[in-house]
């Protein structure tokens, strides 16, 4: 094990050797600025690039058709290209920063019995390395939104979430699961494990379980919910 030797060779380790990176993450947490930046830059050059080559005539008429609820004025005043594109930006802004925080918050709860103790920052560093393949989904966003040829409603957009492949319209009962549901999860707990069992004393089976459980809750417990309703 080679800890990276800076940020940006971290990154790249995260992909390409996740111990490396986890190893040089806990003596140096300030080097998440890094990966923080670019989950939260990601999202403004995939949806600029979707809303510059969208039809926005059909997206507005599409929008309206499934927004029913929605007086004409609101939809007029809201369903502008600078409108929608300010809040899908937002939403990933804020969403991707919630998303980290609850992660290092588990991270740091579920670890409290391990021998090694460590800060909260240092479990929120280590969501930011973590998070960080949302790059990878951001780029493959792009991509589709600039070459294909065919229209798709923003909810369809991002390959990020599940609702990226299903492309299921904005008022299917099942649209807020498929848009949230983040396709990257095996990913994701992939990397929770590699930090878990790089900064505890855990034995395989429980860095598992702690990796995988939060997002296992979300993807059993929200469908249980919507089958509930």
Not at 52 to 81: G, S
Not at 186 to 213: E, F, G, N, Q
């Amino acid at each position: 094990m080679t800890p990276s030797k800076n940020p940006f060779v971290a990154v790249l380790d995260t992909f390409r050797s996740p111990i490396d990176c986890f190893a040089a993450v806990h003596e140096r947490p300030k080097w998440a600025f890094v990966p923080y930046l670019l989950i939260i830059i990601g999202p403004f050059f995939f949806w600029g690039g979707y809303f510059n080559h969208v039809d926005m005539d059909w997206l507005q008429q599409t929008l309206m058709m499934q927004l029913p609820n929605v007086e004409q004025q609101v939809q007029e005043a809201w369903l502008t290209k600078e409108v929608l594109l300010a809040g899908e930006v937002f939403s990933d802004f804020f969403g991707r920063t919630a998303a980290i925080f609850v992660l290092a918050l588990w991270l740091n709860l579920a670890t409290k019995s391990n021998s090694y103790k460590h800060s909260f920052g240092k479990w929120l560093a280590a969501a930011c390395f973590i998070m960080l393949p949302a790059i990878i989904g951001d780029f493959a966003s792009y991509l589709n939104a600039v070459f294909n040829t065919s229209n798709f409603l923003p909810n369809a957009a991002d390959l990020n979430s599940l609702n990226g492949f299903l492309k299921l319209p904005l008022n299917h009962p099942w649209s807020a699961f498929a848009t949230t549901a983040p396709l990257l999860a095996p990913w994701y707990i992939a990397l929770s494990y590699a930090a878990v069992a790089a900064w505890t004393d855990y034995d395989r089976a429980k860095c598992i379980i702690v990796a995988a459980l939060p997002w296992l809750l979300t993807l059993i417990v929200w469908p249980i919910m919507i089958i509930a309703a």
